[in-house]
């Protein structure tokens, strides 16, 4: 049985852990919460019986890093104005033109907001075009009978993925770019870490981060629900890194058992960081599709804004995780070129939503 085999069975095993995960992450959470508080309090003992202010050094030390790193972001995030929210609009088949009017009226409105956001470094007079373009379509949609509203549909349509896309599209840039450099960031700082408890922190620190990030380049966060839902996603993140290790440490020794000691040390850390690294993609694009959100929300369109969003982290997931294995790994990593290729696979699949009709990863 090949390295490649072994690797393909335990990627398999990782990932339906990972979407046992996803389906119970509250319960988990609240679980993670308290193993995490059991291990700062056996760190807290461990330095009380060396001295009792030690002790009490180590609470006043991670308070205040949980002030500096975490709280305060947090509390600018939650400071920013909250995004616009496209209206809640039926099913393409069953729109009438008023809803037509109602979809463009946002529209117009999205955009007009664009130069009051200090990232945004487009050009006014395109601005101004876009919502004129807006307007004269609203008009016609006004007067419009059913027979024209295919036409204007197809215009909104070209108005939204030509125009609007266009103006938006140095802050995607921005937000796209600062994703995958703290994604590779953590990787790269989880994976040299050797504490488990300091893995948590840098991926919480990190992650809050990041989510503040993406909301200040689109001047908005998304609403309560939304947020909460981001938040879940980096609180999961969190936890999953302080945890990581024993995962590690398992696939490190087989790998050893494979393909050689120096390969198994190295693929433990590997492991961590590339899975830390998946984890801060993901929750960064996810942050992006609800920060930058601008087209209609209707019962099928929400939901897929989200699983187009953990799509486009999971395809460039692999060339992140490559990266973090050529920063750490090198060219020590003696692992053979079909077993690196299965561990990519599997550890870049672990966060993708199957599309309707294809079977999930490793099933």
């Not at 990519?344 to 699949?349: C, E, I, L, N, Q």
């Given at each position: 049985m090949g390295p490649s085999l072994h690797l393909h069975d335990f990627g398999r095993v990782v990932g339906k852990l990972f979407r046992l995960i996803r389906t119970l992450s509250i319960g988990f959470i609240v679980v993670m919460v308290v193993l995490l508080g059991f291990r700062v309090a056996d760190v807290y003992r461990a330095a009380a019986s060396l001295n009792p202010w030690l002790g009490w050094a180590f609470l006043l030390a991670l308070g205040l890093a949980l002030y500096l790193f975490v709280a305060r972001p947090l509390v600018r995030f939650l400071r920013m104005p909250v995004v616009m929210k496209p209206p809640k609009l039926p099913e393409p088949a069953e729109r009438k033109p008023h809803h037509l009017v109602k979809h463009l009226a946002f529209v117009e409105r999205y955009v007009a907001a664009l130069p009051s956001n200090p990232e945004w470094e487009?050009?006014?007079?395109?601005?101004?075009?876009?919502?004129?373009?807006?307007?004269t379509l609203r008009a016609a949609a006004e007067k419009a009978s059913l027979d024209d509203l295919p036409g204007l549909a197809a215009e909104l349509a070209d108005l939204e993925q030509g125009t609007v896309n266009r103006l938006l599209a140095p802050l995607d840039r921005k937000a796209s770019d600062a994703i995958r450099a703290e994604a590779l960031r953590v990787g790269l700082a989880t994976a040299v870490s050797p504490y488990?408890?300091?893995?948590a922190f840098l991926v919480l620190w990190r992650n809050v981060n990041l989510v503040t990030r993406v909301a200040t380049i689109y001047y908005g966060r998304p609403g309560t629900r939304g947020t909460l839902k981001v938040l879940r996603d980096v609180s999961m993140a969190t936890m999953l890194g302080a945890y990581l290790q024993d995962l590690g440490q398992i696939a490190g020794e087989t790998v050893g058992a494979l393909v050689g000691k120096t390969a198994g040390f190295l693929t433990g850390p590997l492991m961590e960081g590339c899975l830390n690294s998946v984890a801060t993609l993901r929750i960064g694009y996810v942050a992006k599709s609800r920060c930058r959100a601008f087209q209609a929300w209707t019962p099928k369109t929400a939901p897929q804004a989200a699983q187009a969003a953990i799509a486009e982290a999971a395809h460039l997931s692999a060339g992140l995780v490559k990266d973090v294995v050529t920063t750490v790994g090198g060219g020590v990593l003696s692992l053979t070129g079909s077993a690196l290729s299965s561990l990519?696979?599997?550890?870049?699949?672990l966060f993708k939503r199957p599309a309707p009709g294809e079977a999930p990863a490793g099933a």
């Open positions: 487009g050009n006014v007079q395109e601005v101004e075009g876009a919502c004129a373009a807006c307007r488990g408890m300091l893995d990519v696979d599997k550890v870049t699949a």
